[in-house]
């Protein structure tokens, strides 16, 4: 299996307590084309159901974490370097 085979996930996560958060995948490079322009402040994505959660500013939670803005849209992931 080369790199181009590696399936990615449908769903994908930077936060280390979400169930979808995935180290060893995140360590290798993802990027993601978001309505085929390509974004760097991706939090979250949801390749199915077609959103991706960016950072909304400076803004946290009540828990100290970032507050994100989910986007709908044509989203697509992809391996760096590929």
């Known amino acids: ?5 590696t399936p ?3 769903r994908l996560s930077v936060d ?3 169930p979808f958060h995935d180290e060893a995948l995140l360590a290798k490079g993802i990027g ?3 309505n085929g322009v ?3 402040n991706v939090e979250e994505y949801c390749l199915s159901e077609g959103w991706v959660r ?3 500013g400076a803004a946290k939670d009540r828990f100290g974490k970032q507050m994100t ?3 709908k ?5 992809f391996l760096k370097g590929e």
């Not at 849209?73 to 992931?77: C, H, L």
């Open 38 to 40: 390509e974004k760097t």
């Open 16 to 18: 280390p307590d979400s």
């Open 54 to 56: 960016v950072a909304a």
């Open 73 to 77: 849209g044509k989203v697509e992931a």
């Open 1 to 5: 299996m080369t790199a181009h085979d």
């Open 69 to 71: 803005i989910k986007l």
């Open 32 to 34: 993601i084309l978001f």
């Open 8 to 10: 990615l996930p449908d």
